[in-house]
């Protein structure tokens, strides 16, 4: 076998473990559909290690995420689809073709170029396999998480002119959905009443997306970022509950609010 730095060794590895005789139980039992939410989770993995600046973790997160690649050809390559060395192609043709400015001899000035480039090639790979979606928004993946997708439909659409011109009338639209969503709340229920809340709320979302891309936040960055702010201050707040001789569930909600303004405070103060 191979050395373990080279990918022949990997691709070996995944072989043996899909081997119909001699194989890993469990491997020889997966598909595209059941790896493939291990696909989307490795690279959330990776995303974090990257949040935490932590680099050894995102050596081993990466290659987990290169194993989910490997996986995905190895069962393609037993079907006869395509095999690793074509995926590896696949991808190095297409930066090659996406990047005619380094390949060939498209001049352009500064990335705003090269991003209006690549959407163009995009559309002609797209019009060459015979796509005949001519809207703005073709191509852009139904299998994205709703937030990316949803920003992604907002920046297409912006291209065409269809776009608020700064951040301060997007606030004004967040306010005016959330009105919205306090409406049906204060309603009489009725049997549609889930489907229009979350219409409504959705609505809502929506905005907040298009209000962090006006702003140059990455949306899944900064709900990273609330998600870990939010578990490292209920943690604080169980350590408080436990060093007073109780525990969360053992508080009503006031004293709850309590811990949770006494740890904002510590954390302010920066003790």
Known sequence: MSELNDIQSLLNIMARLRDPQHGCPWDLQQDFASIAPYTVEEAYEVADA??????????????????????????????GAFDFGDVVASISGKMIRR?????ADTAVDGAADVSANWEAIKRAERAAKGEQDSSALAGIS?????????????????????????????LDKL???????????????????????????????????NLARHAKVDVGSALRLANHKFERRFRAMEALAQAQGGSMDGLDLDQQEALWQAVKQQEKGGA
């Open 50 to 79: 990257i949040d935490r600046n932590d680099l050894a973790d995102l050596k081993d997160e990466l290659g987990d995420l290169l194993l989910q690649v490997v996986f995905h050809a190895q069962m393609a390559s037993e079907q």
């Open 99 to 103: 990047h005619p400015h380094i390949f």
């Open 142 to 170: 139904r299998g994205l998480p709703e937030w990316q997708r949803a920003t992604k439909l907002q920046a297409r659409a912006a291209r065409t002119g269809f776009d608020w011109p700064d951040a301060t009338p997007v």
């Open 175 to 209: 306010r005016e959905e959330v009105d919205e969503v306090q409406a049906e709340l204060a309603a009489a229920p009725g049997e549609d009443r889930q489907a229009r809340l979350q219409e409504e709320i959705g609505d809502v979302l929506f905005v907040c997306a």
